[in-house]
């Protein structure tokens, strides 16, 4: 009896010591980075977002505007790039020269690289992969190779389909926006001809993203799009999207009245984060009164988190913020 008292209490603490680790496992966090022009507020062109796993992978999305090249010290080490359309806004025609070196309600970007974008020489500075769906992988491919990258490091994941990287699981679902690349990316006689004559190319099907991460939370990034159909049927009811980040902006995009049906009515996440507000959204880290980004948060039913430039926010498996927020 002794004995058997003995290895039972073994097993006992066996038991304990795995739920422990279970739920150490679960409550660890996904880290949430804003990288805007103006540390702590969201200013009009902020787009990017850098995305940590429990596991150490770190995966930027929109590079944008508003990082300051591969040498901003906010990026550190980047496992991976996501670009949701080529749209110099997002794709990075421009940049800052320096994080707080212009104005939140009236941004600059004085640093041309429309012949390369942000997007590449981030991604090739970092030895990163770009992860992107459509027809956008060959493009970028040729874009890292003229700087002396591999194209291989450009690649494709497609709707349905899902690729990893470290312990993040990607894939790409269906935006409905446009996905013109300019003349001046692309280059030579045919960019010429395209900037001539006022169109661009034609790179596929915009895309908005589904990642999920190591601890089971799963996150969908909607890129630019207007209302979709697989909002319900793909991100809510086959990937249970528990955190959202949303666009705002109106005209371009979904307006906050738009996007807060989305997150009230089609997908239901725990929470959001508003993004492409296209507007001077906060003052001193508060939201300004008449905004769309005001009206976005009081019209959702979900804890709405804004994006300060710099603040990060950690979000357990269910897609609540549980620090930063």
Known sequence: MKTRGKWGGFAAGLITAALAIGASAQAQTVKVTPLGAVDGEFCPLDRAMIFE?????????????????????RLGEIDAVLLSHMHGDHLGDRHIE??????????SFPVDVRSVSNTVQIAHAKDALIVTGSEMPGILGRKL????????????VRFGASRMVGGVSITTVPAVHSN??????????????LKSSG???????????????SNGLSVYLSGDTGI???????????YGAKLVVMNIGDTYTTGPTEAAYVINDLIMPASVIPSHANEWATDGGNVRSGTRTEAFINAVSVPAHVPLSGKTMEFDSAGVCSAGC
């Open 180 to 193: 013109g690349v300019s003349g001046d990316f692309l280059g030579g006689p045919l960019g010429e001809m």
């Open 98 to 107: 320096a994080v707080n070196a212009t104005e939140c309600g009236k941004p």
């Open 228 to 238: 979709t159909a697989e909002q319900d049927a793909v991100v809510r009811g086959h």
């Open 199 to 213: 169109v661009t190319a034609y790179a596929g099907p915009p895309t908005g993203y589904v990642l999920t991460f």
């Open 145 to 156: 190779e003229s700087i002396g990258g591999d194209p291989e490091k450009s690649v494709l």
């Open 53 to 73: 796993d429990p596991d150490g992978t770190r995966i930027l999305y929109d590079t944008g505007r508003t990082v300051a090249g591969p040498d901003d010290a």
